[in-house]
């Protein structure tokens, strides 16, 4: 089934780049392509109108396999979660004699209030 929707994936993804290439650009933004009186390959407002909607149904196929692909992907995992890998400490078991609701500093391990000064390595 994956594989069936991704070459279908594949081909609306090369068909929509090529529709996108064959409209006349409107916006003109590097004086390209468009403009002029001339026929071109589609001249009429009817192919300009096929086009630009052939792009909107391919671009909504091109969305819907995309979203597919990741349901496909994702089947049969189990789901994860953060809080699922945190390790329990001792004080957050049960019948440990912090209480649950301690404040946070109260259940972090207390480290040595002064730190050590480097060693010198030792040369043979």
């Not at 780049?17 to 006349?24: E, F, G, K, S």
């Not at 809080?83 to 004699?97: L, M, V, Y």
């Not at 649950?100 to 109260?106: F, I, Q, R, T």
């Amino acid at each position: 089934m994956t594989a069936v929707v991704l070459i279908i994936h594949l081909i609306v993804a090369l068909v929509l780049v090529a529709l996108v290439l064959l409209q006349r650009s409107e916006g003109g933004a590097l004086g390209i392509g468009g403009g002029g009186g001339g026929g071109g390959m589609f001249s009429g407002r009817g192919a300009a109108n096929m086009l630009t909607r052939a792009t909107a149904v391919l671009a909504a196929v091109f969305f819907s396999t995309s979203i597919l692909l990741t349901i496909l992907a994702r089947q049969g995992e189990a789901p994860t979660s953060v809080f699922e890998t945190i390790q329990p400490t001792t004080s957050e078991q049960p019948g440990a004699d912090t209480p649950s609701d301690a404040p946070v500093n109260d259940q972090l391990p207390v480290l040595e209030s002064e730190p050590q000064e480097p060693q010198a390595p030792v040369s043979e």
